[in-house]
């Protein structure tokens, strides 16, 4: 039992480029959501699925794309990278709602030159 | 809006000695609310909520909702408590995301 898997754990991209950050859980859980660490800033949402095929916006969506196909996988997508998204990215599940225990991915820390 | 207020980012105390990390919140409704700690090169993780009413290695934290407040704290710090700390709200229900504050950062000082 894996819990959640985040890839890569490190990347560096430059300005412009796309990529995509992968997570998956093998708890079948609905709720997953991505979130971004920054010092100072803690953390915050931006984007978010309760179910497969349902995806919402967090407080931070812009620059950013998710999808959710399938319960177990939540990759989330940049699609022209910015300095602004130099980051620590942690995908999250949980069953159930969101007053449920978040089960965190070990992250993954992006740099944008 | 709900928000959650850490005041300290960084707070340092000798092993041994009281600890407590301030959470300060807003939301007219009632509220979940938890502790998740990060330990260095590890994950993010639950420490612990306030309707388990638990204790987890020694931290005990209790909603105050007059004061809305949720203080973590622990009588004896030890130097294995060094970690960042958040504090975050879940609205009542659990429908709507999880707010978390910015986190403190605890140093446990031999």
């Known amino acids: 039992n894996a819990g959640v898997t985040q890839t890569p754990k490190f990347q560096v991209l430059k300005t412009g480029q796309s990529m995509t950050l992968q997570c998956a859980q093998d708890m079948n859980h609905e709720y997953m959501s991505w979130y971004r660490q920054d010092p100072g800033m803690g953390l915050r949402l931006i984007h978010y699925?309760?179910?497969?095929?349902?995806?919402d916006q967090g407080e931070v969506p812009n620059g950013y794309n998710v999808s959710r196909s399938t319960t177990e996988d939540f990759p989330l997508r940049l699609l022209s990278a910015a300095p602004s998204q130099t980051s620590v990215y942690f995908c999250?599940?949980?069953?159930?709602?969101?007053?449920?225990?978040?089960?965190f991915g070990d992250g993954t820390r992006l740099s944008i030159l | 809006a709900q928000r959650v207020t850490q005041p300290e980012k960084l707070l340092s105390v000798f092993k041994g000695a009281p600890v407590e990390l301030k959470c300060n919140y807003s939301y007219s409704g009632s509220p979940e609310l938890f502790w998740y700690v990060q330990y260095s090169r590890q994950r993010l993780q639950l420490l612990l909520r306030h309707i388990s009413r638990e204790s987890i290695k020694g931290f005990t934290a209790d909603l105050n909702k007059g004061e809305t407040s949720f203080h973590l704290k622990k009588p004896f710090a030890q130097e294995e408590d060094s970690a960042m700390y958040y504090c975050?709200?879940?609205?009542?229900?659990?429908?709507?995301?999880?707010?978390f504050g910015k986190g403190t950062k605890l140093t446990v000082n031999p």
């Open positions: 999250a599940s949980s069953s159930g709602a969101f007053n449920q225990p978040q089960h």
């Open positions: 699925s309760v179910g497969a095929g349902i995806t």
């Open positions: 975050a709200l879940s609205p009542q229900g659990g429908s709507e995301k999880l707010v």
